[in-house]
């Protein structure tokens, strides 16, 4: 079984940065590819970016492209999301995601390719 744990949200001025981290346990670290998405009220859950298993290929939706960077620290299982230029459009919850079936690819921007799931963590953006 996987648990994930994310923590670091909170309420950030527009403009402003935020790290998120997810901390991962009960499985390889290292074998399996992680997303982040997110989730505002009344709407539906939307991928945000993923990095493959390697590390070496990463993807974004394009509403964050240039603004949200994900990382990956294998010796400390923990996967990052380190947002800048943030704007009240980004206010949701985020999640962490693993995925035991996509090492890489498209597949990793569908909620649908992903196995476990954190709690969840939120994150304001006030204007």
């Known amino acids: 079984q996987v648990q994930l744990v994310e923590s670091g949200g909170g309420l950030v001025q527009a403009g402003g940065s935020l790290n998120l981290s997810c901390a991962a346990s009960?499985?390889?670290?290292?074998?399996?590819?992680m997303g982040w998405f997110r989730q505002a009220p009344g709407k539906e859950r939307e991928f945000v970016t993923a990095?493959?298993?390697?590390?070496?290929?990463?993807y974004s939706a394009d509403s964050v492209k240039g603004r949200f960077t994900i990382s990956r620290d294998s010796a400390k299982n923990t996967v990052y999301l380190q947002m800048y230029r943030t704007t009240p459009e980004d206010t949701a919850v985020y999640y962490c995601?693993?995925?035991?079936?996509?090492?890489?690819?498209?597949?990793?921007?569908?909620?649908?390719?992903?196995?476990?799931w954190g709690q969840g963590t939120q994150v304001t953006v006030s204007s």
């Open positions: 995601a693993l995925s035991l079936r996509n090492a890489m690819g498209s597949g990793l921007r569908d909620a649908s390719g992903y196995d476990f």
């Open positions: 990095i493959s298993r390697s590390g070496v290929s990463t």
């Open positions: 009960g499985r390889t670290f290292n074998n399996y590819a």
